[in-house]
């Protein structure tokens, strides 16, 4: 007589535990809009000043990540966030594909022979401060959300992410620009960027259902028994609880 298999699977966070994720993804979203509407401003008004293309680029940037984090703020007020989530996923995709476009028309009509910038102190300013702000925003969200199993919250970090390779082109971009009139050198890494966008808004619009809600249990015998997390559809670990600091 054989016994019955009982298959131990691993439970997600506890009721009171994912209470605190979610808050926790609120103020994370509170402040990448906060940042993004002051950064928005600050970049729009010295691109304008100084006739650069880049900085106001990065300003409307600014903007879609307000609306991308605004569309996780909107999930996470809702009594059932997993509800709204699929709208949500969408509105961040399409911000990721309005930024590759915007990006990729601009970066054209620089190479054709746009105005060329002069040089700003503020945006070099800005251009530092965010590149040292936003990864520590990214990844705090970014590990809240995997571990609460919320897919927009994971999207939304990315958006926050793609700020950081942005700041960081604009800063070599007006650097290089200041230093030796290399007025190409921008909008060839920003066309770069536009890449990983459409990328990323790709992955938002399909959704990624490893990091869908205790996706662990409701992994397939295989995956319970072997821990091959590639037949669940976790080979990317997006889900990745783990803290790589503790590693």
């Not at 996470?76 to 476009?101: M, N, Q, W």
């Amino acid at each position: 007589m054989s016994l019955p298999l009982i298959q131990l699977t691993p439970a997600g966070p506890t009721p009171a535990r994912r209470a605190v994720l979610a808050r926790r993804v609120r103020l994370f979203v509170a402040a990448t809009i906060t940042y993004n509407v002051i950064e928005a401003v600050v970049a729009i008004t010295a691109g304008t000043l100084a006739s650069s293309t880049a900085l106001i680029g990065f300003g409307l940037d600014s903007i879609i990540e307000v609306a991308s984090a605004a569309a996780v703020a909107w999930q996470f007020a809702g009594r059932d966030p997993e509800a709204r989530e699929k709208t949500a996923l969408r509105i961040i995709a399409v911000s990721f594909f309005v930024l590759a476009a915007y990006i990729t028309v601009e970066s054209v009509r620089a190479l054709l022979g746009g105005a060329e910038a002069e040089h700003s102190s503020v945006g070099l300013v800005l251009a530092t401060v965010s590149l040292l702000v936003m990864p520590v925003l990214s990844y705090a969200q970014r590990r809240a959300g995997r571990e609460l199993g919320s897919r927009t919250a994971v999207a939304d970090s990315k958006q926050t992410l793609l700020c950081t390779y942005l700041s960081a082109v604009l800063l070599v971009g007006l650097a290089v620009n200041s230093l030796f009139g290399w007025s190409w050198a921008d909008p060839i890494a920003a066309l770069v960027i536009a890449a990983v966008a459409v990328k990323e808004g790709r992955e938002a619009w399909k959704g990624d259902t490893c990091c869908a809600p205790n996706a662990a249990l409701h992994a397939t015998p295989a995956v319970a028994t072997t821990g091959d997390a590639t037949a669940g559809g976790c080979g990317d670990g997006c889900c990745d609880t783990t803290d790589p600091g503790a590693r």
